[in-house]
């Protein structure tokens, strides 16, 4: 056990956010038209293949506070209130035989829940906000799941019936890169450069931005696990309704993950960087390493869609703890082909969906320009026959 030493602070303050994106005129014998009829093929082959490989990734970005871009770079300028933001990433190359998929892993997620005092104190101080110079508390409140995993995952379709399909998953992470823990509290502004308040932190990480604990240069290390499940069923010709879980069950266990536990009580002070003030404040606490079970935060989404002849009208929920995405969709069907146009009113995200049993495609976003978006998300599943 050892007393937090806050002398070592960094510099400014801590980030929200980590600094973390046609062959029809080619001349015959082309090999690049060759290449393109030879994928043309691949669906003939794709329907009667029991091995091949497989590629996902998968990619759902919000920030309610400010866009994206802005906060990576630690510089909100166009704020809105709100009070959550997070990225959900997944990548996983595998092997397919048969009803088995079975594949690597690799994982970044970051998810920050907080108080709208809290985002508008960081906008006003970080940002292009300007504070009133007028007293004002400040309901502090700040939430952090981050994890960074690699590992394996295994996936089986069970064919129940002809109409349902139930898609058990289970994945095995190894994570190096762990961020969890809260702020809670009251900062006061009492106008002039005045401020002062009374902050509870308990953290866990493999990194200190706050006090820059020195952990000698250990790596920190974790074992985990996840339990998910697909549902997809037909009841009808022109009914189909499908379901996937992310994260239902979902353990991440670190061995001796250093954890910092501190109450930082700051005096009425003139200063112009109150960050920094609160960190240099008198600070009651202790810096230990332990075991610690982090759970990733679960989602899912659950859909639904009528078809008559070539079109359908699907409707999907994405499943936040703290908020429901609502995602309605025209399709249009050619063969095996799927065309559809998505879009999120509430957000004012609009994209596209092109599916095949063998590809899907799926872009969506607020924004073309990356620089103003708040809401991005990116999906490409590909599988390809071997024999």
């Keep these: 056990m050892k007393s937090v030493q806050p002398q070592a ?22 090999p690049l038209r060759a290449f393109c009829l030879a994928l043309g093929l691949l669906p003939v082959f794709a329907q009667s293949a029991d091995y091949g490989v497989y590629t996902k990734l998968d990619t759902i970005t919000f920030s309610e506070i400010a866009p994206i871009d802005q906060i990576i770079d630690n510089e909100p300028i166009d704020f809105t209130n709100g009070e959550l933001a997070f990225t959900y990433n997944r990548f996983e190359l595998g092997f ?26 960081y906008y006003e101080e970080e940002g292009a906000g300007q504070r009133p110079n007028t007293p004002r508390n400040y309901d502090v409140y700040l939430d952090v799941m981050h994890q960074r995993s ?7 379709d069970w064919q129940i019936r002809d109409n349902l399909n139930v898609t058990p998953s289970v994945s095995l992470l190894f994570a190096n890169g ?28 493999d990194e200190d931005f706050i006090f820059e604990r020195n952990l000698g240069g250990d790596k920190i290390r974790g074992t985990g696990y996840t339990f998910d499940i697909a549902v997809d069923w037909r009841p ?11 994260d239902l069950i979902s353990y991440i266990h670190w ?56 079109f ?9 703890p703290d908020r429901v995405f609502v995602f309605p969709s025209l399709a249009y069907s050619i ?28 872009f969506m976003a607020d924004r073309l320009d990356y620089e103003k978006a708040k809401f991005f998300s990116f999906g490409l599943n590909l599988r390809v026959p071997l024999f």
């Design 312 to 320: 359908s009208v699907p409707l999907e929920l994405y499943l936040e």
């Design 150 to 156: 690699q590992g394996f995952a295994v996936h089986y």
């Design 236 to 246: 009808s010709h022109h009914w189909r309704f499908h379901l996937q879980t992310y």
């Design 9 to 30: 602070a960094a510099q400014g303050s801590a980030p929200l956010y980590p600094r973390l994106y046609l062959f029809n005129r080619l001349p015959p014998f082309n």
């Design 178 to 205: 762990l961020l969890d823990g809260k702020i809670e509290g009251e900062a006061q502004f009492f106008g002039n450069d005045i401020y002062s308040g009374r902050l509870d932190l308990d953290y866990r990480y």
């Design 96 to 121: 397919r035989w048969k009803n088995w998929r079975i594949g690597y892993l690799a994982r970044y997620d970051y998810r920050l829940e907080f108080s709208e005092d809290t985002a508008r104190f």
């Design 335 to 362: 063969g095996r082909w799927e065309l559809a146009l998505l879009a999120e009113p509430r957000v004012d995200a609009f994209g596209l969906r092109i599916g095949h049993p063998w590809l899907s495609f799926v």
């Design 255 to 310: 061995r001796d993950a250093p954890r910092t536990v501190a109450t930082a009580d700051a005096e009425p002070e003139v200063t112009e960087d109150p960050f920094e003030r609160y960190k240099e404040a008198s600070v009651r606490g202790k810096e230990t390493s332990s075991s610690f079970r982090q759970r990733i935060t679960p989602r899912a989404l659950l859909g639904g869609s009528f078809h008559y002849r070539n």
